[in-house]
């Protein structure tokens, strides 16, 4: 029997949109923590942050699924870089209706949810 493909396309828990910025800020942010442990004070400075903006970043991380671990003052990352980085909210691609519905017709998990949108967003005629 076929092994069933592990996929990483999850709904996400939340609704927000991010900027470009902040969606660089925080892959930059998981790329410093696979690096290896780092102090809060180490990553607000190489990301140009203030301890608010630090805790604010650190939170959706969290609530993206990103497991982010506080050890010793030091915060860890403690899952592969490319799984993390899969869960980063992506900013809004300005995609017009005719172009998500193109890439709604493919059989995948992505197509799926898209599809879904499209089902709940747009009136019947």
């Given at each position: 029997?076929?092994?069933?493909?592990?996929?990483?396309?999850?709904?996400?828990?939340?609704?927000v949109s991010?900027?470009?910025?902040?969606?660089?800020?925080?892959?930059?942010?998981?790329?410093?923590?696979?690096?290896?442990?780092?102090?809060?004070?180490?990553?607000?400075?190489?990301?140009?942050?203030?301890?608010?903006?630090?805790?604010?970043?650190?939170?959706?991380?969290?609530?993206?699924?990103?497991?982010?671990?506080?050890?010793?003052?030091?915060?860890?990352?403690?899952?592969?870089?490319?799984?993390?980085?899969?869960?980063?909210?992506?900013?809004?691609?300005?995609?017009?209706?005719?172009?998500?519905?193109?890439?709604?017709?493919?059989?995948?998990?992505?197509?799926?949810?898209?599809?879904?949108?499209?089902?709940?967003?747009?009136?019947?005629?």
């Open positions: 029997m076929a092994k069933k493909r592990k996929t990483s396309v999850k709904p996400i828990p939340f609704a991010v900027t470009p910025e902040r969606f660089v800020r925080l892959y930059r942010m998981v790329l410093l923590l696979a690096a290896g442990p780092q102090t809060r004070d180490a990553l607000a400075r190489r990301l140009h942050l203030d301890v608010r903006g630090f805790y604010r970043d650190l939170d959706l991380l969290r609530s993206a699924g990103v497991t982010v671990a506080l050890t010793a003052g030091r915060y860890t990352l403690e899952q592969d870089a490319e799984d993390a980085l899969a869960l980063l909210p992506f900013p809004d691609p300005r995609l017009t209706l005719g172009a998500v519905q193109t890439l709604a017709r493919g059989r995948g998990p992505a197509q799926r949810r898209l599809a879904e949108t499209i089902a709940r967003v747009v009136p019947s005629r």
